[in-house]
């Protein structure tokens, strides 16, 4: 979203503020669109700023590590390291002090991320953190210059969770009650272009549970107060066009980078989550560059060691399709058109797992064959692509894909696409949702981004019956130096696939696997 004049540059240099919003552990997120504006984009900012879990970035960010070095430090987050309950206020329970500590990221985590608090007290970057005053009811802005492990704890003390902070008599808690991004800030200091990365969920379903209410009221003060602010923005704007003042005498541009982040705000434990979500942040930023008109030049991948794991299992799935069709799934008959049997017997060949596992795309090759007795009989695959719970439109509708290239006894090429629907609106449920493969087969050799303008020969479904269900789970082959290599490998597989069911199924249990 944009408001305020666009993109066309102004006469003189326009003052840049970077507010980096809060949003828990989603700030993972966060991380790598720091890793395209701030490397790959080259963007310098003249004033940054955070509120709540965004200060764990911008202590990063004044300290002067690069984008690639905040979302590394993310991608090789072990969540466990900062997990430390509140052992002795539990047992009075509902009365308790917190249910957590963060003597975890006190003693383990920040080490780990090499943060020091000399350094970033002595940063030549402008830069605001903030904190709510419990004592003196007000929030408080506090500069880099002043900043240290307390101060910095007691931005991210969300009450219930964490303790608040106790510094020189003042009680201090998370600001996120008043602010998730201080836009107010980056206005008084003169800045007249606003880069916000957002991270809270503004996918605006209630579900219910205590847990779920607790981050429902923070989704609706910090959505509510970033709506406020941009409409105030928005009319400000409009009233300069008009030849007015406007209530802050200047046009303002707000470049607003928004991702529903399927991370839970504070519980996860599993540390593939925590890449995945900062691969997404630089796969969105990227494509949020390019939709701006923001050039940008792509970085080195991640450095990741040889990745040797490998992991296989087959499938096979039967039905039907009508020739003529574009989309059987519109068809109210099938009158006119003819129809043939069809299966598919296919293994999916994962090689290397941990770049499956966080790469947005998921993709893995295919190779088999196809039956069709009308297109030629037994037909193998030339070549085949599988991408596993990749986001079609938000991260509650995720899709498997298919791709099969193929050609036909009569020598024609021909390709085969196909998804599974897993979406939390389906009603058809899980079994249903994950067997049935919606098909299309189309002329000529058809990547992804051409099907739209490709010749359509036939459409239908097939899918995976029961029986070869079970056979299915007995294929699953893993490859890896060691014994305990692939008995990870398997496991990390296997806390994948259950959560990404559990993002779209178990929502009302709790909001995004923690595993």
């Known amino acids: 979203m944009t408001t305020g004049q666009g993109a066309t540059a102004r006469s003189g240099s326009p003052r840049r503020s970077l507010i980096l919003a809060g949003g828990g552990l989603k700030v993972a997120y966060q991380a790598g669109v720091l890793q395209v504006l701030l490397d790959e ?7 940054a700023d955070g509120a709540s879990g965004g200060v764990f970035n911008l202590a990063m960010y004044c300290q002067g590590m690069s984008g690639r070095e905040m979302a590394d430090n993310w991608r090789r987050l072990s969540p466990l390291k900062g997990v430390s309950p509140n052992w002795r206020e539990l047992p009075k329970g509902p009365y308790a002090r917190s249910l957590f500590t963060l003597d975890g990221y006190r003693r383990r985590v920040f080490p780990d991320w090499g943060l020091d608090w000399d350094r970033i007290r002595a940063t030549d970057r402008e830069a605001t953190f903030n904190l709510y005053n419990f004592s003196s009811n007000e929030l408080e802005t506090v500069t880099a210059d002043r900043m240290d492990e307390d101060r910095f704890c007691a931005g991210v003390s969300l009450p219930m969770w964490f303790p608040p902070v106790v510094i020189d008599g003042q009680t201090y808690i998370d600001p996120v009650y008043l602010t998730d991004g201080n836009v107010e800030e980056a206005i008084r200091r003169g800045c007249d272009e606003l880069w916000i990365i957002w991270t809270v969920s503004r996918r605006h379903r209630w579900r219910d549970g205590f847990i779920a209410n607790y981050f429902h009221i923070i989704e609706t003060t910090a959505n509510g107060q970033l709506q406020h602010w941009l409409r105030r923005i928005e009319a400000s704007n409009a009233a300069i066009r008009r030849g007015d003042d406007g209530e802050f005498g200047r046009l303002i541009d707000v470049r607003l980078l928004s991702g529903e982040v399927p991370l839970n705000y504070l519980i996860n434990f599993s540390r593939d989550r925590f890449a995945q979500a900062v691969e997404l942040g630089v796969q969105r930023a990227r494509h949020w560059c390019t939709a ?3 050039p940008w030049k792509a970085g080195a991948p991640p450095g990741r060691p040889d990745d040797p794991t490998r992991l296989r299992f087959t499938e096979r799935m039967v039905g039907r399709v009508v020739f003529g069709e574009k989309d059987v799934q519109e068809t109210v008959s099938t009158e006119g058109g003819a129809t043939a049997d069809i299966a598919l017997h296919l293994t999916v060949d994962i090689q290397g797992v941990d770049r499956f596992l966080v790469d947005p795309e998921h993709e893995a090759s ?41 050609t036909d006894r009569a020598g024609h090429r021909l390709t085969l696409s196909g998804y599974k629907d897993v979406s939390e609106d389906s009603r058809r449920g899980v079994w249903k949702d994950t067997s049935v493969l919606h098909t299309r087969v189309l002329r000529g050799h058809v990547d992804a981004g051409e099907e739209s303008a490709a010749v359509p020969v036939a459409s239908g ?55």
């Not at 984009?41 to 004033?47: I, K, V």
């Not at 030629?376 to 298919?402: A, C, I, K, N």
């Not at 890896?480 to 994948?496: D, E, N, S, Y």
Request: glycine letters at 8%; proline letters at 7%.
């Open 41 to 47: 984009a080259e963007l310098t900012f003249d004033h």
């Open 292 to 294: 701006q008109g923001i």
């Open 461 to 515: 479904t097939v899918h995976i019956r029961p029986a070869d269900f079970l056979k299915q789970l007995t294929t699953f082959r893993v490859e890896a130096p060691t014994l305990p290599g692939r008995v990870t490998t398997l496991r990390r597989f296997g806390q994948f696939f259950f959560g990404k069911l559990w993002d779209v199924y178990a929502q009302n249990v709790m909001p995004w696997s923690p595993l």
């Open 366 to 406: 295919l190779r088999g064959e196809i039956v069709c007795q009308e297109l030629g009989g037994r037909l193998p695959v030339e070549r085949g692509t599988f991408q596993l719970f990749v986001e079609h439109s938000d991260p509650q509708h995720l899709r498997m894909r298919y791709r099969l290239f193929f």
